[in-house]
């Protein structure tokens, strides 16, 4: 481990515009001499990761206060020896400690699963009885097949007896239907509640509680593992940035996971965990009380000839547990196999554009004919080890009723069963081969599903440190009166992803937004204009330093996100459009928008001219990601959506870099219309984030950023005085 805490260069002088406030640096450089005080004093894995622990912490927004930071240090040590003592030793730690972790994990999936079945405790009811009443049914047959059987070839058979053995069969017949009927329904019902359920709340979860950081780190890359192995969990955390790796089958696989796996927790893995807990629970009760009810019958009938049947259970029974573990392991590999052919499909699907420019397409399908053929081998000897199964079974069943009926052939000769029974016997022994393999098999879809439901309770509860904080998160938290709002400010800003914990993106930033004022910022590229952006608007949460709104002070990033939102709006240099009409996308943000509002939103973006050319005009459906809309028209689209929301502070990320003269001329002037409230509204501050000479002129602002740190801020005219000017030399480079 090379992790090191958050290192502040000083390579060159920084500006603050708040110098009065204590230096991040000083803070920093306190908790640097603590690492290294402490370093000597710990081992090393210990202090790593006790490091990592401090830096991923939520609450770590007011580093400014240094013995904030000795707190945090302190308490992630006490959480990480109270971690020591609870989690299993993984290197030391053998296979009993793991073994037993791995069964309390089992035993709360299975309480999760068995509080949602409790749920639709009525469903399951009617349908466990009604299946065990086809189970009885089943049962019934035989004896009164044979029943049946016997009174017709007696010699002594009346018409009356004939009449009742037939009646009986057409009571147990209907019945049986009924039971199917009821069963069936009943249980697929509860199932979709269940599934139905855990769907909405999987995808809330992931929606809602997920912080973007999770989102742009590929989601956390925690559903790859089916077994639920907590050590290569542990291994992820201390390997830190997920790497692309290749598996047992070299198969190149990233640990992160793609929107397609998500998609296919939610539909796949969802349904055959909701299908554990009531058809599959279902199963073993009716495989089990068939095996009950068959072995009953047989032992009456004739138990010498039940201990000729059985005789094959054992050794069934044993390649059964033999071939189950291997098939397990066998399709977990097959479904991390398909998952990265999935993956694989994907992303170039999503890249199309990019494949055809390149004339991939025939090498892309190569490549996945490729990991194809993996998962076909795979499945191979999946199906290979089912194949021997089965034929193991079909050969030892046969082997039975083969010695069956040679003890029963004799037995009727000699007068000691009839042929009726006979059959009934025969008939009882298939139940039990059918009861027992129908457990056998519930019993391993009952465990897949365990599997599959803890991938769905994995993705649901998630990593900690990538939940959004519970303020954020809640509506009725602490709220803005965003009218009165008349600045924000950054003040001694630190941040870095969290995929890169040691590369500081933004370093020591401090900058104030003012209503009626606009900021410009430039920089070259990688510089952190758009991270700036992002923390801005509340999409992530700096570590050092804080962002706060004034005259209230309150912290910006504990504020909800509903005030968060009607506070700062930003226009990405990319929008994305969903697949919906113009005016659906316009309102996404605003719902409640009156037509007023639409119309001068629109006017104010220049969108009226191209909208009016549309078939539909504003019902026109702009496609996947507004594919049936030019760049510009999506660009203008989106600030029309921003403008709705009427924010406090407009971001605009590169607003005119897909626009003509005329879109940028238009662009300039609704920047002008809200910086002094013409549009109708309030004056607005604005932030715009670009490279263009022309745009910087609008700007009473500019502010220079290099390597994450605002090197010279003032208006144009200042920083162009001279010729060596930060900007003037970033201009020259930019042209
Ligand atoms: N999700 C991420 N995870 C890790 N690092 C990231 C992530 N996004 C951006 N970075 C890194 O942060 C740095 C700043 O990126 P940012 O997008 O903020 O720069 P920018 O100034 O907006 O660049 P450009 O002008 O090209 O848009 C870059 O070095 C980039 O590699």
């Known amino acids: 481990m090379t992790d090191t805490p958050i290192v502040v260069r000083h390579a060159r002088p920084r500006v603050s515009i708040l110098s009065t406030k204590i230096n991040m640096t000083q803070c920093c450089e306190s908790a640097h001499q603590q690492h290294q005080k402490r370093k000597n004093e710990l081992p090393p894995s210990f ?146 509640n269940i599934a139905k359920r855990l769907r909405t709340k999987l995808f809330g979860s992931v929606l809602v509680e997920r912080d973007m950081e999770w989102f742009v780190s590929g989601c ?45 927790i939610l539909t796949e893995d969802i349904n055959r965990a909701s299908e554990s807990v009531t058809v599959t629970f279902a199963n073993v009760l009716r495989g089990c009380s068939s095996c009950t009810f068959a072995t009953y019958h047989m032992l009456t009938l004739n138990p010498t000839l039940f201990g000729i049947s059985v005789s094959v259970v054992p050794v069934v029974g044993a390649a059964a547990v033999v071939l189950n573990k291997f098939v397990k392991k066998a399709t977990a590999k097959q479904r991390e196999c398909a998952e990265a052919a999935a993956a694989f499909a994907e992303e170039r699907l999503c890249h199309i554009e990019t494949v055809k420019l390149a004339n991939r397409e025939a090498d892309e399908v190569e490549e996945y004919n490729r990991l194809q053929e993996e998962c076909v081998q795979l499945g191979r000897r999946v199906s290979a080890a089912k194949g021997t199964f089965m034929g193991f079974m079909f050969a030892a069943t046969g082997g039975a009723l083969y010695m069956v009926f040679n003890a029963g052939g004799r037995a009727i000769a000699d007068g000691r069963m009839t042929s009726g029974e006979l059959t009934s016997f025969a008939t009882y022994s298939f139940l039990l081969g059918l009861g027992t393999s129908g457990v056998f098999k519930a019993l391993g879809e009952s465990s897949q599903g365990l599997v599959c439901a803890d991938r769905v309770y994995k993705l649901m509860d998630g990593p900690m440190d990538a939940k959004q904080s519970d303020k954020q998160a809640s509506a009725s938290s602490e709220s803005a009166e965003t009218d009165s709002v008349q600045s924000i400010s950054m003040e001694n800003v630190c941040f870095s992803y969290r995929s890169s914990p040691d590369k500081l993106v933004l370093d020591n930033v401090s900058l104030s937004l003012e209503r009626g004022k606009v900021v410009a910022i430039v920089g070259k590229n990688g510089s952190g204009k758009t991270t700036m952006a992002s923390l801005i608007a509340g999409l992530y949460t700096p570590q050092g330093g804080k962002i706060t709104i004034q005259p209230t002070g309150q912290t910006f990033h504990e504020l909800n996100r509903r005030s968060q939102t009607a506070l700062v709006q930003v226009v990405p240099q990319h929008p994305a459009l969903f697949d919906t009409s113009i005016k659906e996308n316009l309102v996404y943000a605003s719902p409640d928008a009156s037509d007023d509002s639409i119309q001068r939103a629109l006017t104010l973006a220049n969108c009226n001219d191209f909208i009016s050319k549309l078939e539909g005009g504003l019902h026109f459906r702009v496609g996947r990601n507004g594919m049936r809309l030019s ?36 662009v300039m002037d609704a920047v002008n219309a ?45 920083l162009t005085r001279s010729k060596d000017s930060e900007l003037c030399e970033l201009m020259a480079e930019l042209a």
């Open 631 to 666: 760049g510009g028209q999506r660009q203008r689209l989106a600030l029309a959506r921003a403008l709705l929301s009427d924010p406090c502070l407009l971001i605009l990320d590169e607003p005119t870099s897909a626009l003509d003269a005329e879109g940028e001329e238009a």
């Open 47 to 192: 202090f790593d990761r006790l490091l990592k622990r401090v830096r991923t912490e939520k609450q770590f927004d007011t580093v400014n206060n240094n013995s904030n930071i000795q707190y945090k240090m302190a308490s992630a040590a006490r959480s990480n020896s109270a971690d020591a003592a609870t989690e299993p030793t993984v290197s030391k730690g053998g296979k009993s400690n793991k073994s037993s972790l791995e069964k309390a994990r089992k035993r709360e999936i299975k309480a999760r699963l068995n509080a949602e079945a409790s749920r639709e405790i009525r469903p399951l009811a009617v349908g466990t009885v009604a299946m065990m009443a086809s189970a009885l049914a089943n049962q019934a047959l035989p004896k009164l097949l044979g029943k049946l059987l016997d009174e017709k070839t007696s010699t002594s058979c009346s018409t009356n007896s004939t009449t009742s053995a037939s009646s009986a069969l057409a009571v147990v017949v209907i019945g049986g239907g009924i039971a199917s009927f009821l069963r069936t329904t009943m249980l697929n019902r509860a199932q979709d």
């Open 220 to 264: 956390g890359g925690q559903g790859e593992n089916a077994d639920g192995d907590e050590e290569s969990d542990r291994k992820k955390e201390v390997d830190g940035p997920e790497k692309a790796k290749k598996n047992d089958n070299g198969i190149t696989t990233s640990s992160a996971m793609s929107p397609g796996a998500i998609g296919a």
């Open 674 to 718: 809200c910086r002094s409230g013409e549009d109708g509204g309030a004056t607005r501050g604005l932030l715009l984030i670009t490279h263009r000479a022309s745009t910087l002129k609008v700007a009473d602002r500019i502010v220079v950023l290099k390597g994450g740190q605002v090197v010279s801020q003032g208006t144009f005219e200042e």
